[in-house]
């Protein structure tokens, strides 16, 4: 009887360990779900990191639409994101490679556009009148930009970074272009008294070009005085007989879409057109073909190299 006790006490307390044993390995159950905790909290901070490198990325939830390509090269300095860009002959910045074109600059696509969805177009103010209606109709947000002037283009530059939120770098590039454009304004003389005739040609058509307009306006800048005053716009008719009662120091040549085609216009203009042979500028051999680049209808980026050129151009600095 006490050897049966005894084997039924051995059996009672076999058991008792055997379930102390099976409560233990909770533990290291839970230890486990602590790195699972620890995961969850590296998977936290990963987020939290990639949401700081979103923010580094250039908004990237811009979808803008330029209509020009000095709008085009503006916001690519901002490093804004372009889903959609003019089509042009001329050159666009790498960064818009993949970037649908939505049509001439003057007439877009508005199928096009709409289907980019895009969160705002950028165009120019002188195409206000002709294109507002149009983005409103189909419910896309536009701005308009004046780019008719140095100042236009340094107020453009801020209102494209705000409406980018891209002001950090709007007001970057602003400092500068404002240094070198300010370098040469202040460098230029006062006594410099040489007086200038600017003169567009496009498709064989030509028109004088005011200081209202953005070449005129740097000329300006520079130092030299156009030979137009008080106009009331950029760009008036040629009355060559009034020009030359004024017998500019320079002639200065602007061309626009098609520069060598323009360039034979002038080039013929001035050859079969004997008035112009009475021109002190055309005697002393002062007529300048802008370049095209940095001397174009609109305000651009090109702004301090423009007035770097017409500084070394009346002053003889480079």
């Known amino acids: ?44 901070s990963d987020q939290n990191n990639k949401e700081g490198d979103s923010s580094k990325n250039e908004n990237p939830e811009n979808r803008v639409v330029a209509t020009s390509v000095a709008i085009v090269e ?26 649908t074109k939505v049509g001439n600059p003057m007439s877009p ?17 002188s195409l206000q009148a002709t294109l507002k209606d149009s983005f409103d109709a189909v419910n896309i947000q536009s701005e308009f930009v004046n780019l008719s002037s140095y100042d236009g283009l340094i107020e453009s530059i801020k209102i494209m970074g705000e409406k980018t939120n891209s002001k ?22 006062d006594d410099n008294s040489s007086t200038v005739l600017i003169i567009f040609g496009a498709s064989g058509n030509f028109q004088v070009v005011t200081e209202k307009s953005y070449v005129g306006d740097l000329v300006k800048r520079a130092g030299a005085k156009n030979i137009i005053e008080d106009a009331k ?4 008719p040629v009355d060559i007989e009034y020009l030359a009662s004024k017998n500019p120091d320079y002639i200065l040549l602007m061309t626009h879409a098609n520069p060598e085609e323009s360039k034979a216009a002038f080039e013929k203009e001035f050859s079969e057109n004997p008035a112009w042979d009475n021109f002190d500028a055309v005697k ?32 003889g600095k480079e």
């Open 284 to 315: 002393n051999d002062k007529v300048i073909a802008l370049d095209s680049k940095y001397f174009g209808m609109s305000a651009n980026l090109f702004a301090p190299d423009a007035m770097e050129k017409l500084e070394e151009l009346f002053y």
């Open 109 to 125: 696509d508005m199928e096009i556009i709409k289907s980019l969805d895009p969160t705002i177009v950028f165009s120019v103010v």
């Open 233 to 236: 716009s950029g760009f008036i």
């Open 168 to 189: 950090d770098n709007a007001d970057e590039l602003i400092k500068g272009i404002e240094e070198r454009v300010n370098k040469v304004a202040e460098n230029k003389n």
């Open 74 to 99: 503006i916001l690519d300095a901002l490093k804004v994101n372009m889903v959609g860009v003019p089509t042009s002959t001329y050159e666009l910045p790498a960064s818009v490679k993949d970037a």
């Open 1 to 44: 009887m006490k050897k049966l006790l005894l084997i039924l006490l051995s059996f009672v307390l076999l058991m008792s360990v055997t379930a102390c044993s099976d409560k233990n390995p909770a533990k290291p159950s839970d230890a486990a779900q602590t790195p699972d905790k620890g995961t969850s909290q590296d998977n936290n």
